[in-house]
Every structure is written in structure tokens, then in C-alpha cells.
């Protein structure tokens, strides 16, 4: 193209006045080879353009002999025989008395269930699970049974449990029963026990600290515990001043409702593996000694009721020694449940230590491993 000098209009090459204006052109070399180059590109765009779609044209082809030929040449395949059975008994039948049984309040009568009909929550699991978990670990069901009968032989009509304080007792035995709750007469008397504690309201929040972290982890464990009444009591539920319990419940709370900050537990104990336990937690690296931690010589060395509970729980999540674990467990099974600190005896009552030895032996049920849940 030859632009005009006057009007700036493009000419085709070869015209000598300008088409836009009438002027004379000015022929220069420079715009006779931009003229040409510009030929030369439009030549090679075009021959591309048309190579392309002849291999489109012949792609598009190709997909069609395709379809044809294995539709002419591939028979279908003969529908699937799937061979009828029968359907496969759950329960017996009749099914046990707690299939679809609502949740009995503190006067006794029934209320909703928790939780909509084929939803699975902790409590249903570990009435699934167990059976399964005590003959693992060559636990004896009569010696959960021996534990279990006398707690529940003096609950109170009104749901609550003897002891110094009934808010710290009945939340002790609500822990016990819900840990072991595959026998229909132990959850109720577990669900007649966070009935009484749901009666309570904001007494529970009122109480000392270890009926309170009592109380509270019981009503977390069952997903009954009044959101308001958690908010308000800020980070009282992580001070350091019912170490175990506040331990216990961390991990039953929701992702957006768990502490994230619980300086006050990390030196509230000198057990061996309460350090471990509080790492895993948090997601932070390990002690060094964390295989020693859950050895044999560190079970032995936790002779009262919570130091056993907090190596059960540490050792369980940690997974390092498994047969020491089930050794030790079956062990403490058949053995008189271990003392327990004087306070937890004092608000909880003379029964506190069985409680304890029920939450101990039944450490692989509480929860399942932490390092799954993160």
C-alpha cells in the first residue's frame, strides 16, 4: 500500500493518484517494500488458516469412521446379572429396647432425640464399637460390668449422682457411662444424668472448677452442651485448675469453638506424658522421649486415677506401643481401680475412682486417633 502524503490514505500499489484525495502520489522504495511484506504475511496467515482446517476437516472425519466402525463392528454388552439375596438382619427382631428411644428428662418423661434418625454421633459409636474394643485389648465385660453396676445402682431419681458436689458426681458418671454406653440400662441412666445437668443451667457455670470441667466435658462428649454458657465462661474452661478433664474435653469440641490457646494446662501436671499429650493437641513436634512416654515403665509410674487416664489417652493417640497398651489396660481391668486425687474425690465422691477406671479402660473409645482428626 502507498499512503498519500496529503491525506494519509492507503493506495494499492501501482496507482498514481491518490483515491482518496485526487493528489499525486510519491512512490518511495521503503513503501514498496513494506507493500510486498505485508503481501508476503497475508499469503503465509491465509495458507496456515486453510492447512488448519483441513486437518480439522480430517480429524472430524477420522472421529466419525470411529463411531461408525464400533458401532458396526463392537457388539453391546449383555446387561449385568446381579444375583438376588436376601436382606440382611441388623438387629434381631424384635430389636433392642434402645432402637429409636428418646432420650428420657429429669422428671422422667421422654423428650426428642438428639440427633435426626440414621445420624451417627460418638455415643453411637462407641455402642457399636464396644464389644469389639474390650475383646482387642483382653478386657474381661464383667469387669466393666462390676464398675458400672454399683455407679448406676445409686444414681438418684432425679437423674443426679451422690457426692460432694452432685454437679462434679453426676458429671463424672455421665463421662463413665457414655464411655461404655453399649448396655440399654447404662445410657439411660447416662441420658437421666445430662438431663439433670441440662436442668441446672447456668449452676453448672457457678460450680467449683473440677465439677464444673466435669460437667461440662460430659454435656461436650454428647453434644448437649448450651453454646452460651461455654462463650460465657471464656478461657476458665482451659486455666489449668481441673487440668485433666479441660484436657479431656479439647478435642470433643467443634473446629470453630476448640480453645486454640491453653497456656495454663502445660504446666498444670508433672506426669511424663502430659507434655506429649499437649504437643499432639496442638499440632506441635514431639518430646524427644516420646517412645519412653508410652512405655511400660511410664504406665507403672502412674499410680493415681487421672495420671493412668492421661498415659491411656496419651499412649492411645500416640500409637507407639501397642501391645504395652493392651497389656497394661487388661492389666488395670483386673486390678482395684487406682486412688484419685483428693479433690476429685472430695467434689465427685467415694465412687470417683471406679468412674475413672471405666474412662481409663475405655481410652481407644473416647476418640478416635488425634493424628486423624488434623
Known amino acids: 500500500m502507498i499512503p498519500c502524503s496529503k491525506c494519509a490514505h492507503d493506495n494499492p500499489l501501482g496507482t498514481m493518484f491518490c483515491h482518496?484525495?485526487?493528489?499525486?502520489?510519491?512512490?518511495?522504495?521503503?513503501?514498496?517494500?513494506?507493500?510486498?511484506?505485508?503481501?508476503?504475511?497475508?499469503?503465509?496467515?491465509?495458507?496456515?488458516?486453510?492447512?488448519?482446517r483441513s486437518a480439522t476437516s480430517l480429524a472430524l472425519f477420522l472421529v466419525i469412521c470411529a463411531i461408525v466402525?464400533?458401532?458396526?463392528?463392537?457388539?453391546?454388552?449383555?446387561?449385568?446379572?446381579?444375583?438376588?439375596?436376601?436382606?440382611?438382619?441388623?438387629?434381631?427382631?424384635?430389636?433392642?429396647?434402645?432402637?429409636?428411644?428418646?432420650?428420657?428428662?429429669?422428671?422422667?418423661?421422654?423428650?426428642?432425640?438428639?440427633?435426626a434418625a440414621g445420624d451417627l454421633d460418638r455415643l453411637d459409636l462407641r455402642r457399636l464399637r464396644a464389644g469389639g474394643v474390650a475383646k482387642t485389648l483382653g478386657i474381661d465385660p464383667a469387669?466393666?460390668?462390676?464398675?458400672?453396676?454399683?455407679?448406676?445402682?445409686?444414681?438418684?431419681?432425679?437423674?443426679?449422682?451422690p457426692g460432694g458436689e452432685a454437679v462434679g458426681a453426676t458429671g463424672l458418671a455421665a463421662l463413665a457411662l457414655q464411655t461404655w454406653c453399649d448396655d440399654s440400662v447404662g445410657i439411660a441412666a447416662a441420658a437421666r444424668a445430662r438431663a439433670w445437668l441440662v436442668k441446672q443451667g447456668r449452676e453448672v457455670a457457678k460450680a467449683g472448677d473440677v465439677s464444673r470441667s466435669l460437667a461440662l466435658?460430659?454435656?461436650?462428649?454428647?453434644?448437649?452442651?448450651?453454646?452460651?454458657?461455654?462463650?460465657?465462661?471464656?478461657?476458665?474452661?482451659?486455666?489449668?485448675?481441673?487440668?485433666?478433664?479441660?484436657?479431656?474435653?479439647?478435642?470433643?469440641?467443634?473446629p470453630d469453638q476448640r480453645p486454640s490457646e491453653f497456656a495454663g494446662l502445660r504446666t498444670a501436671?508433672?506426669?511424663?506424658?502430659?507434655?506429649?499429650?499437649?504437643?499432639?493437641?496442638?499440632?506441635?513436634?514431639?518430646?524427644?522421649?516420646?517412645?519412653?512416654?508410652?512405655?511400660?515403665?511410664?504406665?507403672?509410674?502412674?499410680?493415681?486415677?487421672?495420671?493412668?487416664?492421661?498415659?491411656?489417652?496419651?499412649?492411645?493417640?500416640?500409637?507407639r506401643a501397642p501391645e504395652v497398651f493392651a497389656a497394661t489396660l487388661k492389666a488395670w481391668s483386673t486390678a482395684p481401680p487406682a486412688a484419685v486425687d483428693p479433690a476429685l474425690a472430695k467434689a465427685a465422691g467415694p465412687d470417683a475412682a471406679a468412674a475413672v477406671a471405666l474412662i481409663t479402660l475405655g481410652a481407644p473409645l473416647i476418640l478416635p486417633p488425634l493424628t486423624l482428626q488434623q
Request: net charge negative; charged share 20%; with cysteine.
Open 69 to 115: 466402525l464400533d458401532q458396526m463392528l463392537a457388539p453391546p454388552l449383555p446387561p449385568a446379572e446381579i444375583p438376588e439375596v436376601a436382606d440382611v438382619a441388623v438387629f434381631e427382631t424384635p430389636p433392642p429396647a434402645w432402637v429409636g428411644q428418646a432420650t428420657p428428662n429429669a422428671a422422667g418423661g421422654a423428650v426428642a432425640p438428639r440427633r
Open 217 to 254: 466435658a460430659a454435656l461436650l462428649d454428647a453434644g448437649e452442651l448450651d453454646p452460651a454458657i461455654r462463650a460465657g465462661l471464656g478461657n476458665r474452661v482451659v486455666d489449668g485448675k481441673a487440668p485433666v478433664w479441660q484436657v479431656l474435653a479439647l478435642p470433643l469440641y467443634g
Open 143 to 161: 469387669a466393666i460390668a462390676a464398675l458400672r453396676a454399683p455407679l448406676i445402682a445409686k444414681q438418684k431419681d432425679d437423674g443426679s449422682f
Open 269 to 319: 501436671r508433672d506426669d511424663r506424658h502430659w507434655p506429649a499429650f499437649l504437643a499432639l493437641l496442638a499440632s506441635q513436634p514431639l518430646p524427644a522421649d516420646v517412645d519412653a512416654v508410652c512405655g511400660a515403665d511410664a504406665a507403672a509410674a502412674a499410680t493415681i486415677g487421672e495420671a493412668r487416664l492421661s498415659w491411656a489417652l496419651t499412649a492411645w493417640h500416640l500409637g
Open 20 to 52: 482518496g484525495c485526487g493528489a499525486r502520489l510519491e512512490v518511495r522504495t521503503d513503501h514498496i517494500m513494506k507493500s510486498v511484506a505485508a503481501t508476503k504475511q497475508a499469503t503465509r496467515e491465509r495458507r496456515l488458516w486453510e492447512a488448519g
